[in-house]
């Protein structure tokens, strides 16, 4: 069974540090994207950032560029999301999702096929 676990969620305050962490199992991604995606109560869910398989092709939307990093680790099949300088707006509903297709980016929800059950990330100011 195909499974990404997020974990690393919380409550910060303003320019405070998280680290998103999503681990895979039942399925080995070497060949595809995999990304960060958030939704907001009441917005639409939305791509944060995309990774390739080999780590040359990397996308950030451009509210978390320069604030946000993602990365992953093939050994270990696992995803992170390392964020710093947050802000109130990023307080949302962060999920990792990949793709079984060879995408280089994982940008819109349709380029995804797999999801997480989600992390709650709340930001105070």
């Known amino acids: 069974q195909v499974q990404l676990v997020e974990s690393g969620g919380g409550s910060v305050q303003a320019g405070g540090s998280l680290r998103l962490s999503c681990a895979a199992s039942?399925?080995?991604?070497?060949?595809?994207?995999m990304a960060w995606f958030r939704q907001a109560p009441g917005k639409e869910r939305e791509g944060v950032a995309s990774i390739h398989y080999g780590g040359g092709y990397s996308w950030y939307t451009d509210s978390v560029k320069g604030r946000f990093t993602i990365s992953r680790d093939n050994g270990k099949n696992t995803l992170y999301l390392q964020m710093n300088s947050l802000k109130p707006e990023d307080t949302a509903m962060y999920y990792c999702?990949?793709?079984?297709?060879?995408?280089?980016?994982?940008?819109?929800?349709?380029?995804?096929?797999?999801w997480g059950q989600g992390t709650q990330v709340t930001v105070s100011s």
């Open positions: 999702a990949a793709s079984t297709y060879p995408y280089r980016y994982c940008i819109r929800r349709s380029d995804v096929d797999v």
């Open positions: 039942g399925y080995s991604y070497s060949s595809g994207c």
